[in-house]
Nanobody
Framework: DVQLQASGGGLVQAGGSLRLSCAAS????????IGWFRQAPGKERQGVSCMPAGAGDAYYGDSVKGRFTISRDNAKNTVYLQMNNLKPEDTATYFCARGGWGNQFCTDMDSWGNGTLVTVSS
């Protein structure tokens, strides 16, 4: 079965850093795009970052551009999200998801993992 396990969330102070991991199994990892999403209570789901399966630049949402970095380790079947200079508005549950090869902006995802909670205190 397809599995996408997010981990690494926790409580951090504003200005701090945190690294999230998305461990994948049950499919050919390097054939798919992997994206990070987040959702805060009472708010709509927001796209955070998207890592293409092949050639192409990673995508970042405007609110995190310059602060977050996505990376992919195909040998470990894992995608990471390095989050720096965290702000209280980054507080949310973060999810990773899988999409098809040509889905360069993670707008059509077919499998979702469980979330990990990130809380940023002021």
């Amino acid at each position: 079965d397809v599995q996408l396990q997010a981990s690494g969330g926790g409580l951090v102070q504003a200005g701090g850093s945190l690294r999230l991991s998305c461990a994948a199994s049950g499919f050919t990892f390097d054939d798919y795009v992997i994206g990070w999403f987040r959702q805060a209570p009472g708010k709509e789901r927001q796209g955070v970052s998207c890592m293409p399966a092949g050639a192409g630049d990673a995508y970042y949402g405007d609110s995190v551009k310059g602060r977050f970095t996505i990376s992919r380790d195909n040998a470990k079947n894992t995608v990471y999200l390095q989050m720096n200079n965290l702000k209280p508005e980054d507080t949310a549950t973060y999810f990773c998801a899988r999409g098809g090869w040509g889905n360069q902006f993670c707008t059509d995802m077919d499998s979702w993992g469980n979330g990990t909670l990130v809380t940023v205190s002021s």
